[in-house]
């Protein structure tokens, strides 16, 4: 009786190529449905000048036309600007106050988890729940802000939500009072991670706790800083519902964020084409920013090993 003969190697990765492409083609039909079909109709549709104001024109094709409208647009710009100037501030705030709770909550002392709980609730509270809530703080002259700069000794009550400038405060105070235990608790994970030897190499040496900090704690912690940083920044760069809730773009179109102008081209105006071509710069610029960063994480992760 002649035995089997055995599977060649060739044959058996075969089989392991159709396995793997039978388990990983699930996975791939709901991205392509989910993610990849509503860009390219987004683009599609950001080709058209499709105005359900003016339903008579049907959707005729006019190719870039409206982005070359939308960049010829002061208040696109305006909004553009807004956006950067809102992510710069939120964002750079947020990782110094995440940083220095990382560092409160890393601490070894009693009553440390009642104390990461506390720190984690706001970042639990619906983002158009804390709106409101800043919006309370902020508004009128009797609100909560104009009562404590009057016991201070203030001249008279500001109209927070009237100025152009002033309206940030709420705004950037906001998102920072929200988001900052996120950022804190990516930096945690990151702290627990350094080794415990390196801080006591450090003491050896003469290091004091600024040292530690600058030449340990840093270091070590970039590649979370640099995590963070994606998250918050591509988060913030689409910020909608805070503003919405806070000013609804106002005064006027003063705090007006991107996301907002798209969402006032698509719903209010119904300019479907326009609106889509805006959504699709805002992906451009969502997704140089992600690439940019990721290249980032990937040098420092690389300089790591080395």
Same mark, same amino acid.
């Given at each position: 009786?002649? &035995?089997?003969?055995?599977?060649? &190697?060739?044959?058996?990765?075969?089989?392991?190529?159709?396995?793997?492409?039978?388990?990983?083609?699930?996975?791939?039909?709901?991205? %392509?449905?989910?993610?990849?079909?509503?860009?390219?109709?987004?683009?599609?549709?950001?080709?058209?000048?499709?105005?359900?104001?003016?339903?008579?024109?049907?959707?005729?094709?006019?190719?870039?036309?409206?982005?070359?409208? @939308?960049?010829?647009?002061?208040?696109?710009?305006?909004?553009? /600007?807004?956006?950067?100037?809102?992510?710069?501030?939120?964002?750079?705030?947020?990782?110094? /106050?995440?940083?220095?709770?990382?560092?409160?909550?890393?601490?070894?002392?009693?009553?440390?988890?009642?104390?990461?709980?506390?720190?984690?609730?706001?970042?639990?509270?619906?983002?158009?729940?804390?709106?409101?809530?800043?919006r309370f703080l902020f508004e009128g002259p009797q609100g909560v802000a104009n009562a404590v700069l009057l016991g201070i000794g203030a001249p008279e009550p500001i109209s927070w939500f009237s100025d152009a400038?002033?309206?940030?405060?709420?705004?950037?105070?906001?998102?920072?009072?929200?988001?900052?235990?996120?950022?804190?608790?990516?930096?945690?994970?990151?702290? $627990? #991670?350094?080794?415990?030897?390196?801080?006591?190499?450090?003491?050896?040496?003469?290091?004091?706790?600024?040292?530690?900090?600058?030449?340990?704690?840093?270091?070590?912690?970039?590649?979370?800083?640099?995590?963070?940083? @994606?998250?918050?920044?591509?988060?913030?760069?689409?910020?909608?519902?805070? @503003?919405?809730?806070? +000013?609804?773009?106002?005064?006027? +179109?003063?705090?007006? &964020?991107?996301?907002?102008?798209?969402?006032?081209?698509?719903? $209010?105006?119904?300019?479907?084409?326009?609106? #889509?071509?805006?959504?699709?710069?805002?992906?451009?610029?969502?997704?140089?920013?992600?690439? %940019?960063?990721?290249?980032?994480?990937?040098?420092?992760?690389?300089?790591?090993?080395?």
């Amino acid at each position: 009786m002649v &035995p089997d003969a055995a599977p060649s &190697p060739a044959s058996a990765e075969t089989r392991e190529v159709r396995l793997a492409w039978v388990l990983v083609l699930p996975t791939l039909i709901a991205i %392509v449905t989910i993610a990849l079909f509503p860009l390219v109709w987004t683009f599609w549709e950001s080709l058209h000048l499709h105005d359900l104001r003016l339903p008579a024109r049907g959707r005729p094709f006019v190719g870039l036309a409206n982005y070359a409208e @939308i960049l010829a647009d002061p208040r696109f710009l305006g909004a553009l /600007a807004h956006t950067l100037f809102f992510t710069a501030a939120s964002v750079s705030l947020e990782l110094v /106050a995440g940083l220095a709770l990382a560092l409160a909550m890393h601490g070894a002392y009693r009553g440390r988890g009642a104390v990461r709980t506390a720190v984690l609730l706001p970042w639990a509270i619906p983002t158009v729940a804390a709106a409101l809530v800043w919006r309370f703080l902020f508004e009128g002259p009797q609100g909560v802000a104009n009562a404590v700069l009057l016991g201070i000794g203030a001249p008279e009550p500001i109209s927070w939500f009237s100025d152009a400038w002033l309206a940030w405060v709420p705004i950037v105070l906001a998102d920072v009072w929200k988001t900052t235990p996120f950022v804190a608790l990516l930096l945690l994970a990151g702290l $627990q #991670s350094i080794d415990a030897e390196l801080y006591e190499a450090a003491r050896v040496d003469g290091a004091g706790r600024i040292r530690e900090l600058w030449f340990v704690t840093l270091p070590f912690l970039r590649p979370a800083i640099l995590v963070a940083l @994606i998250f918050r920044t591509l988060d913030a760069f689409r910020v909608f519902d805070l @503003i919405y809730v806070l +000013t609804g773009g106002g005064p006027g +179109t003063a705090t007006e &964020p991107l996301a907002l102008y798209t969402w006032s081209a698509l719903l $209010q105006n119904l300019r479907f084409g326009f609106g #889509s071509a805006l959504s699709v710069l805002i992906f451009l610029v969502t997704f140089a920013l992600a690439l %940019v960063y990721i290249r980032l994480v990937g040098a420092d992760l690389t300089r790591s090993v080395r």
